[in-house]
């Protein structure tokens, strides 16, 4: 037994270097919440999640939900622990910043649990492999940026060895997003597999559908979220509109979501967070019920916990990875050992649990008060 004797929660939030935008939003700042287990005599395990703005929030739930539900308990027991967790704070939330919360403490124990066992987490699940595909993702919109931009921007993406690249779209019109899809595409030639992502911004099936009868032309790997993610009546009629495979589920929380995801068939390839659906424990069941019905899962984002995942899952076919220079995802400002992909492919770390390393003196820089 690991008796839990600790739980540290705090809230960060990193500036971009310059605001960009998706379809629906501008961005500013990146917000985390990170939380550290404390055991009895054995290792410490850390988590986070990204914040939203809500990071504070979810301090206080770790703070007046989660730690007496923890406080005490064996750190190995983490499905007791997760169900437990669910039930007592499904008032306060069944999605969003109530699950993010949750995901980033189951994380932590699984953390613990790899660093107990002295193996890094795919080494406890079983590896299926050690060297796993990625995919960039940039193409935001950016205020004044020409489609010659566009083209250097993602031209210097495939120059660093990447033969897959997501560009984001649905936050200017068909005709617009067509434009600059386009320019990439004959820039690039064939052999560069383009994803796109609409991050929910097209209002409604025909919009959607519309839109991707002009970017079809183009041969998208993917569109991700073409409408808003609880809208699953419109995501599958979308579906089964298109030839291009629809991707969702950054948004999604538990199993049950993905279930229904699946039931309606609403989307070809599932991309669970497991800082957002509930932890490592609730991302194996989705991905291995995906795996059920030979469904492919790409995790968005967050692929240092993401690498150690799909190590261990057949149906893994991407990791997302944001490059630094894209001033995007900011979460590397904070490791001492930030990864780096070889020719677009990315090994996960060997050290225990999932190797993570913080530099105290920027996670108190960042630190929101």
């Known amino acids: 037994m690991l008796k839990i004797t600790g739980i540290d929660a705090i809230a960060i939030s990193i500036p971009l270097p310059k605001p960009i935008a998706d379809a629906v939003r501008v961005i500013t700042h990146r917000d985390h919440l990170i939380v550290t287990i404390h055991t009895s005599g054995g290792p410490s395990g850390l988590g986070f999640t990204l914040g939203y703005d809500g990071s504070q929030a979810m301090v206080s739930l770790v703070d007046q939900i989660y730690r007496p539900i923890l406080m005490g308990a ?8 997760w169900a437990e967790m669910f039930r007592q704070s499904i008032q306060a939330g069944r999605r969003g910043a109530a699950l993010r919360a949750i995901s980033a403490i189951d994380i932590a124990l699984w953390d613990i649990r790899g660093k107990a066992a002295g193996l890094p987490v795919m080494e406890l699940l079983g590896v299926h492999s050690r060297k796993l595909r990625c995919y960039a993702t940039g193409g935001y919109y950016r205020g004044g940026q020409s489609l010659d931009d566009l083209v250097r921007e993602t031209s210097a993406v495939v120059e660093k060895g990447f033969t897959a690249l997501k560009l984001k779209v649905g936050g200017l019109s068909a005709r617009e997003d067509a434009a600059r899809i386009g320019a990439v595409r004959r820039a690039l030639g064939d052999e560069v597999e383009i994803l796109l992502d609409a991050n929910g911004g097209w209002k409604s099936a025909p919009e959607a559908i519309s ?4 970017l079809e032309e183009f041969n998208p790997f993917w569109i991700e979220e073409p409408v808003r993610a609880d809208n699953l009546t419109a995501m599958a009629k979308i579906a089964a509109a298109i030839r291009t495979p629809v991707a969702t589920g950054e948004l999604e929380a538990t199993r049950w979501a993905f279930a229904q995801l699946l039931d309606q068939r609403a989307a070809e390839i599932l991309q669970p967070d497991v800082t957002v659906v509930g932890g490592v424990s609730e991302w194996l069941k989705v991905a291995h019920m995906a ?24 149906n893994a076919i991407f990791v997302e990875y944001f490059l630094a220079e894209s001033g995007v995802k900011m979460f590397d400002h904070v490791l001492a050992n930030p990864m780096k992909p070889t020719g677009g492919y990315l090994e996960p770390r060997t050290a225990p649990g999932f190797g993570i390393e913080l530099i105290p003196e920027e996670i108190a820089r960042y630190r929101v008060a």
């Open 74 to 81: 064996d750190a190995f027991d983490t499905e007791r622990l």
């Open 211 to 214: 839109a991707m009868d002009r």
């Open 291 to 314: 795996a059920a019905f030979d469904v492919p899962v790409a995790p968005h984002y967050n692929w240092d916990f993401h690498s150690q995942l799909c190590a261990a899952t057949p």
